[in-house]
Nanobody, 126 residues
């Protein structure tokens, strides 16, 4: 059974930076794609960022482009999200997600991911 565990959330002020980490356990081979989503109260879960290990491509939601950076280690099944210039609207629970099989679907779609973490709270005060 695969487990994803996020860490690094917290309370910060607008303009600050925060780094989230996610580690997958339970599989001995690399995942195909790992990503981050977030969900604010009363809103749908939205795509933040993803990385496909086969080609190293990274993807970002429009609201975080230029501020967030995804990175990680495919062999270790770990992925980080460096968040800079945080805004109050970035406040949400951030979820790590992973898929271990190839998928032709775009990484911003929630339904391509097989495994999800429990989430970590990020709160940005103004």
């Amino acid at each position: 059974q695969v487990q994803l565990v996020e860490s690094g959330g917290g309370l910060v002020q607008a303009g600050d930076s925060l780094r989230l980490s996610c580690a997958a356990s339970g599989r001995t081979f690399a995942s195909y794609v790992m990503g981050w989503f977030r969900q604010a109260p009363g809103k749908e879960r939205e795509f933040v960022s993803a990385i496909t290990w086969s080609d190293g491509n990274t993807y970002y939601g429009d609201s975080v482009k230029g501020r967030f950076t995804i990175s990680g280690d495919s062999a270790k099944n770990t992925v980080d999200l460096q968040m800079n210039s945080l805004k109050p609207e970035d406040t949400a629970v951030y979820y790590c997600a992973a898929r271990f099989r190839f998928s032709s679907g775009p990484s911003y779609r929630r339904d391509i991911y097989d495994y999800w973490g429990q989430g970590t709270q990020v709160t940005v005060s103004s």
